[in-house]
């Protein structure tokens, strides 16, 4: 991921959305920005909501972002109808990451996603290795419909994925004029798979991420 030379419209890469259904914030507002997750308590967000759970996966890497966006999914919304909503008050963030939206949400706004700018779609999927690499896992949909914009992570909680955002955009903060990647980085606080490299390799082949530990106890992120 270089970030060294970006036109003006994709200055921001340092920043993440984070997008759920909860009615905290106002359809007039339609989202707002934090820079922890007592902001986001304070708020009026519940310890129990995606939304925290996500931001603390989030705020709690090293390097840490300075900021998170959150945006609001109203009912009946599609999510690619509230992402374009919210370009219209906001474009001031890089990654992106749903909470409980379905795999045909996340495929449509994947679909698209080069059309509405510099973004990226984070998301994560979770189950059995036959589950994650199956005909009919969101890993297989993403590559057959070579989806250019998106990172997904093989991970056992959806919750985990703020963490992998978090390290993305807590990264892109720290190296503002240079190149780095997120592989073989650590997720503070996120819980690695033991996999075997059968396994890694599956997932892979998906142009998917998995986190895992290599050797007795090096926790890492590999894609």
């Not at 921001?12 to 707002?32: E, N, P």
């Not at 973004?119 to 979770?126: A, K, S, W």
């Amino acid at each position: 991921m270089d970030v060294s030379a970006a036109p003006a419209e994709s200055a921001v890469f340092d920043t993440g959305l984070i997008l759920g259904s909860s009615t905290v914030i106002s359809l007039a507002d339609r989202v707002r920005s934090f820079s922890s997750p007592a902001e986001i308590l304070a708020a009026g967000f519940g310890s129990d909501s995606m939304e925290y759970k996500v931001a603390l996966g989030y705020f709690g890497v090293t390097p840490a972002p300075a900021s998170v966006l959150i945006g609001r999914i109203d009912t009946g919304k599609t999510l690619t109808k509230a992402f374009t909503e919210i370009l219209k008050v906001n474009r001031s963030f890089y990654g992106i990451y749903a909470c409980k939206v379905t795999d045909k949400e996340l495929l449509d706004l994947a679909k698209d996603l080069d059309s509405y700018g510099h973004f990226i779609l984070f998301y994560t999927c979770d189950g059995t290795l036959t589950e994650v690499t199956g005909a009919t896992g969101l890993f297989k949909k993403m590559k057959d419909l070579n989806a250019k914009r998106v990172l997904g992570t093989w991970l056992d909680f959806a919750t985990y994925g703020g963490a992998v955002m978090g390290l993305a955009m807590g990264l892109a903060h720290a190296h503002a004029n240079d190149a780095f990647s997120l592989c073989y980085k650590s997720l503070s606080n996120v819980q690695p798979m033991r996999l075997n490299q059968s396994e890694v390799d599956a997932v892979k082949a998906l142009n998917a991420n998995v986190y895992i530990v290599r050797g007795t106890r090096h926790a890492m992120l590999e894609n």
